[in-house]
């Protein structure tokens, strides 16, 4: 069964034990109906606009939740967040797969990729990693055609 991502999101919080709040659907909606990375300050606004309300600070813990619980990415290099958009079905699960940025430097489009390659560090035997986060810079297909190549 595919779920959109905000019934998985709603989903994944529940089963973790947290309460879904009306602050938190709001922010998952926003992520979900956004096809480019966000700031907490977009958010804000983006609420706003809708006749809602929520402070700065709110949207930061909402967002510290989400990517605690693996349902949305930060973007490194510009400090903003994209939903995770990759779903898992019963022949990988979360921690099978590696999640991957691909950011255009021109307009800022982001796309999610992933591999199901295990880990290994031989070069840290004294550390257990945990994690990483690897993000490609280049430019795309759109940007190249409008010839912004420097």
Known sequence: MNLTYPQHAIETLKKNGFRITPTREKVIQTLDQS???LSPYDIVDHIA???GKIDTVTVYR???CL???GLIHRI????KFIKCSITHDADHS???CCHHLAICDICGATREIHCHVPLEVEDLPDMTIIGHRLEF???CQACLKTNFLN
Do not use: M, Y
Request: proline share 5%.
């Open 35 to 37: 096809k480019v990375p």
């Open 49 to 51: 606009k809708g006749a």
């Open 62 to 64: 909402v967002f510290d």
């Open 67 to 69: 990517e605690k619980n």
């Open 76 to 79: 490194l290099n510009s400090g």
């Open 94 to 96: 979360e921690s099978d």
């Open 137 to 139: 810079i280049g430019r």
